[in-house]
């Protein structure tokens, strides 16, 4: 079973830059697309930054100009710069990767790693 394994969260003050970084276990084929979601306390789930097969990205409007995302199917690797990080960043942030298999689409998650953002 491959495993995603997210790092470089942690406690940054406003302002502040944190790099995250998910790798897969094991090698992933067919590869659709990557993504970055975060969860705050009380709030669902929600889609941050994509990247695809391609290379084109996408990104929440709330972080548009701030985050980063990169990286690439041919690593099993994607990257979440994050710049100019206010409190309401604050979240627990989770790697997705989507792979096409026969039966359909299949998604891949990490275990999430925490950010917090003081004032």
């Known amino acids: 079973q491959v495993q995603l394994m997210e790092s470089g969260g942690g406690s940054v003050q406003t302002g502040g830059s944190l790099r995250l970084t998910c790798t897969a276990s094991?090698?992933?084929?067919?590869?659709?697309?990557m993504s970055w979601y975060r969860q705050a306390p009380g709030k669902q789930r929600e889609v941050v930054a994509v990247?695809?097969?391609?290379?084109?990205?996408a990104y929440a409007d709330s972080v548009k100009g701030r985050f980063a995302i990169s990286g690439g199917s041919a690593e099993n690797t994607v990257y979440l710069q994050m710049n100019s990080l206010k409190p309401e960043d604050t979240a627990v942030y989770y790697c997705s990767i989507r792979a096409r298999r026969r039966s359909g689409l299949y998604d891949y998650w990490g275990q999430g790693t925490q950010v917090t953002v003081s004032s």
């Open positions: 990247i695809d097969s391609g290379g084109s990205t």
């Open positions: 094991d090698n992933i084929s067919s590869i659709n697309i």
